[in-house]
């Protein structure tokens, strides 16, 4: 089973999805039509950039901080979040997914994705 399959097999994931680095394409599981998991991938794709850039601008002040390479970020909403490590995305719903499970389980399948089209 692919990544987004096994993701959107777990308890609480609605709709999990991959993104090209260029922005050009993108794949989808779950609970989304297709023109609302392309601009998911978008706004995903568009997030990403924006938090390498800050990290970027962190490592400048904080030399030995440890943000950099950004491996990821999590919006939390009052209903459900988004997890995204890699250029892979899931949303979730926060009553019934376990956070922390599931993003340990993407950084752990996802740790070698190299991240220097980002």
């Known amino acids: 089973m692919s990544i987004l399959g096994t993701l959107n097999s777990r308890p609480g994931v ?3 999805g991959e993104y090209s ?3 050009d394409r993108f794949s989808y599981e779950g609970r989304l039509d297709r023109e609302q998991a392309r601009m ?3 706004m ?3 997030t990403t950039l924006g938090v390498h850039m800050q990290t970027d601008i962190l490592s400048d002040l ?3 901080c440890g943000a950099v390479p950004a491996r990821g970020w999590i919006v939390r909403g009052p209903r459900f979040s988004v997890c995204v490590v890699a250029n892979v995305f ?3 719903d926060n009553d019934t997914a376990d956070i922390n499970d599931i993003v340990a389980y ?3 399948v996802l740790a070698d994705v190299p991240l220097d089209m980002v």
Do not use: E, L
């Open 21 to 23: 680095w260029r922005g």
């Open 44 to 46: 995903c794709r568009a």
């Open 106 to 108: 993407m950084r752990r």
């Open 62 to 64: 904080c030399d030995r």
């Open 40 to 42: 998911a991938s978008i």
């Open 90 to 92: 899931c949303f979730v």
């Open 14 to 16: 609605f709709a999990a």
